[in-house]
């Protein structure tokens, strides 16, 4: 159920922090491989902590470990797509939510299993969940544990499309396609934008929306997306 272990959490972060750097790579895909997207964390299989457990080390866990995998989804500097394909539990979820656009199968299931552990949840799960459907569903989703189907989780607006499971695949081709095809540094600073919007006052929104336009400018893409209007052809964007 591709539950992330040690070594796949530190690849996984190490891959995404290469597509940001990576001309070549313009739009990253996160699926699973068999029935299921992502278990959770492996717990079985982190390490021992070689001694008595002292105050501070579960925080230094946590933010070593599922806050760095779900951070460095969200600060990849290309768009990332979640391609739901199975039961998504505890850290499986977050890792999903994290990214820009979520696509699920219909044999999807969205699981905030941590209180069937008697556990909070990790990986920025408090943050990520409430921003995209409020508190009170976020509780309710956590206080309960209980599986949330594909179409439940598009209603509340937690995926943007459910297709049949058997198109998932092409369709998360289709889509990645799409934003590869697109002006990769636009769409970074875009993603930037709305990350940050909601935690900041509209003055500091402002201003960093005029920074954002400020640098695209500056971008190959930028001009060439204002010449190809101009002549009237389609643009072709580069990523640069």
Known sequence: MNAVTWDQRERVIALLDAASADPAVRAVVITGTGRGFCAGADLRGAPASGGERVAGDVARTIRR???RLVTAVLDCEKPVLAAV?????GLGVHLALACDLVLAAESARFIEVFVRRGLVP???GAY???RLVGPQRAKELMF???????AGAHRMGLVNRVVADAELAATAKEWAERLAAAPTRAL???KH???ASLDGDRESALAAEAWAQEINMTTLDANEGVAAF??????KYRGL
């Open 128 to 130: 990520l969940l409430t």
């Open 188 to 190: 970074a600073l875009t």
């Open 65 to 67: 470990g599922a806050q």
């Open 122 to 124: 990790d990986g920025g």
């Open 144 to 150: 309960f544990g209980d599986a949330l189907d594909a």
């Open 230 to 235: 101009v002549e009237r052809r389609t643009p």
């Open 193 to 195: 934008l709305v990350n």
């Open 85 to 89: 394909n199975g039961t998504a539990a």
